[in-house]
């Protein structure tokens, strides 16, 4: 079954970092891209980042740009995101998602997604 876990999440201060991973299965990550996607209660999933099987082509929210960076290590079926000078606005569930055949922003476009790990920054 194909399975994604993220870890990482957190409560930190304005300015601060945290790393998310996503670990998944074999069948979830070969060949596709993976992406990166935050919600808040009320609101609709936001994209935040994506990245391709070959890490060649990789695309940001813009309210991210310049201070989260995403990357993956196929070999062991993982992607990271490093978020630096984190935001209160950065506040959210983060979830992972992987199956599309390229990176995109359309959460509809992802066919696995895992259960979110929550980020908190505090001002």
């Known amino acids: 079954q194909a399975q994604l876990v993220e870890s990482g999440g957190g409560s930190v201060q304005a300015g601060g970092s945290l790393r998310l991973s996503c670990a998944g299965s074999?069948?979830?990550?070969?060949?596709?891209?993976v992406g990166w996607f935050r919600q808040v209660p009320g609101k609709e999933r936001e994209f935040v980042a994506a990245i391709s099987w070959s890490t060649i082509t990789i695309s940001y929210a813009d309210s991210v740009k310049g201070r989260f960076t995403i990357s993956r290590d196929n070999a062991k079926n993982t992607v990271y995101l490093q978020m630096n000078s984190l935001k209160p606005e950065d506040t959210a569930v983060y979830y992972c998602?992987?199956?599309?055949?390229?990176?995109?922003?359309?959460?509809?476009?992802?066919?696995?997604w895992g259960q979110g790990t929550q980020v908190t920054v505090s001002s």
């Open positions: 074999g069948r979830t990550f070969s060949s596709n891209a």
């Open positions: 998602a992987a199956g599309a055949p390229a990176p995109t922003s359309l959460y509809g476009e992802y066919k696995y």
